[in-house]
């Protein structure tokens, strides 16, 4: 037999938890729903706030550096209204894009999908194309209280969708 080291065995640490990444479609004009859930998630910024409904968002450089700075919960807003020829199609491009870049850089992805009417929800043969984490929600009328209503169900339903350990759900 062998003699027992006397070296302390060495105890690893798991390593901080990385924020999540948000991206939410909200066709209102002036994003109010990311607005209000941007007020109740102390440490997030608002990525993008596109002022062209028809601009695809892309993954330039300087979004890909504030999104791996894993500082912030980054709030990627886009807005895409039932108007467009097949807004579906883009808004599953850019998440597409953007769940491939989270993952790459080892942090979690939820999609939110806010439609004005039930003309413009995704239909249910579609949901699967937006993958996980995902979330339909009608939009809140023109009021600021419906709008902050939805907003705190989107907010709900991330602490219920998230492992307790990453930084959204620690700043509760």
Same mark, same amino acid.
């Given at each position: 037999?062998?003699?027992?080291?006397?070296?302390?065995?060495a105890i690893s640490t798991p390593p901080t938890p990385i924020a999540p990444w948000l991206y939410i479609n909200d066709p209102k004009n002036g994003i109010p729903h990311i607005g209000h859930l941007h007020t109740m998630l102390p440490d997030?910024?608002? /990525?993008h706030n596109p002022t062209d409904s028809n601009v695809v968002l892309r993954l330039s450089d300087l979004? =890909?550096?504030?999104?791996?700075?894993k500082t912030?919960?980054?709030l990627i807003a886009d807005k895409f209204s039932g108007s467009s020829e097949d807004p579906l199609t883009k808004k599953l491009a850019t998440v597409k894009a953007l769940r491939a870049a989270a993952i790459?850089?080892?942090?979690?992805? /939820?999609?939110?999908?806010?439609?004005?009417?039930?003309?413009?929800?995704?239909?249910?043969?579609? =949901?699967?194309?937006w993958g996980t984490n995902h979330l339909e929600i009608k939009a809140g009328g023109d009021d600021e209280k419906s709008q902050k209503a939805v907003a705190e169900k989107?907010?709900?339903?991330?602490?219920?969708?998230?492992?307790?350990?990453?930084p959204l759900l620690a700043s509760i």
């Open positions: 037999m062998g003699k027992k080291s006397k070296k302390p065995t997030s910024a608002i /990525v979004l =890909l550096t504030h999104l791996t700075s912030e919960i980054p790459k850089n080892g942090c979690n992805f /939820v999609s939110v999908n806010i439609y004005e009417d039930e003309g413009n929800a995704t239909k249910k043969e579609d =949901l699967k194309k989107i907010y709900r339903w991330l602490c219920k969708s998230l492992p307790p350990s990453l």
